[in-house]
């Protein structure tokens, strides 16, 4: 049974940082495309970043703030958000694309407040 459950979420002030964490059971990180969704009340879920083999992709809108990685050992993928806006609070999901199947988290609240 595939299970992703993200921590790490919570209310920090505008310019402040937040590491989110993605535990993997059932799938490993290392072999399949990972990556972190968000949505905001009355906006639709949207990609933030994802990483595939050694290649990672940002939403334009957090470029150069946030880092996406894994964790071999730990089957584990982060989200560093550095700098954070207002704009950037969500409830923010993982997602796991295997070759069949997708998966998902049950989500971490980020509240960034101005």
């Known amino acids: 049974q595939v299970r992703l459950v993200e921590s790490g979420g919570g209310l920090v002030q505008a310019g402040g940082s937040l590491r989110l964490s993605c535990a993997a059971a059932g799938i490993f990180v290392v072999n399949n495309n990972m990556a972190w969704y968000r949505q905001a009340p009355g906006n639709q879920r949207e990609l933030v970043a994802s990483?595939?083999?050694?290649?990672?992709h940002y939403a334009d809108s957090v470029q150069g703030r946030f880092t996406i990685s894994r964790d071999y050992a730990k089957n584990t993928v982060y989200l560093q958000m550095d700098s954070l806006k207002p704009e950037d609070s969500a409830v923010y999901y993982c997602?796991?694309?295997?070759?069949?199947?997708?998966?998902w988290g049950q989500g971490t609240q980020v509240t960034v407040s101005s």
């Open positions: 997602r796991a694309q295997t070759d069949r199947n997708e998966y």
């Open positions: 990483i595939f083999s050694t290649l990672a």
